[in-house]
Structure formats: structure tokens, C-alpha cells
């Protein structure tokens, strides 16, 4: 069973930026993030292969960039132009996805 850590959430402004990462305990073919707000489900925002081929949730490409560094089994999430209806937690697993999930990391988009 593949082992999750996420890290980098945090209380941001809207217009601003994160970068999350994820550890996971091995590497796996096809990795992504998924986002859950309060009251809704859990939805997919970004995925990346191993050589690198990304896709992104619908209204999601050009405001995220998913990443990965195979060599540290990390996947990254560069967030932008964050929007209060970003606020969710978000967690790193495979696609699709494992029933293992880490903790997850909050991210609130407030003034």
C-alpha cells in the first residue's frame, strides 16, 4: 500500500499562489491530485504520468501546473490566481485512486 504525505496548504488572499507537495512511498505510474470543499465530493483537479504527460480538471488547466520529481517519488501542485471557490482539502493518490489516502493538506482562499 502506497503511503501519502501531503504538505504545503495554507490561508492565502485570492490572487494568490501555493505549491503543494506529496511524498508518496513508491513510485507509481500515474499520479494526481484531488481536491474536496466542504458538502461536495471529492473531485479530480490534475494528473501526471511518470514520463510527464499532465491533465487537468475541467476550468482547472492554466490556473494549476502538476509536476512530479520521480527520483523523490514527489508530485508537486503549483496553485495561481487562487479563487475562494478553491478552498477545499487536497490530496495526492494514484490514478485511479488507491483506498489508502493520506491526510490531505487545507487550503483556504480568504481575505
Known amino acids: 500500500q502506497v503511503q501519502l504525505v501531503e504538505s504545503g496548504g495554507g490561508l492565502v488572499q485570492p490572487g494568490g499562489s501555493l505549491r503543494l507537495s506529496c511524498v508518496a512511498s513508491?513510485?507509481?505510474?500515474?499520479m494526481g491530485w484531488y481536491r474536496q470543499a466542504p458538502g461536495r465530493q471529492r473531485e479530480l483537479v490534475a494528473t501526471?504520468?511518470?514520463?510527464?504527460?499532465?491533465n487537468y480538471g475541467n476550468s482547472m488547466k492554466g490556473q494549476f501546473t502538476i509536476s512530479r520529481d520521480n527520483a523523490k517519488n514527489t508530485i508537486y501542485l503549483q496553485m495561481n490566481s487562487l479563487r475562494p471557490e478553491d478552498t477545499a482539502v487536497y490530496y495526492c493518490?494514484?490514478?485511479?485512486?488507491?483506498?489508502?489516502w493520506g491526510q490531505g493538506t487545507q487550503v483556504t482562499v480568504s481575505s
Open positions: 493518490n494514484q490514478v485511479p485512486p488507491s483506498r489508502s
Open positions: 513508491e513510485s507509481t505510474f500515474v
Open positions: 501526471i504520468t511518470r514520463a510527464g504527460a499532465v
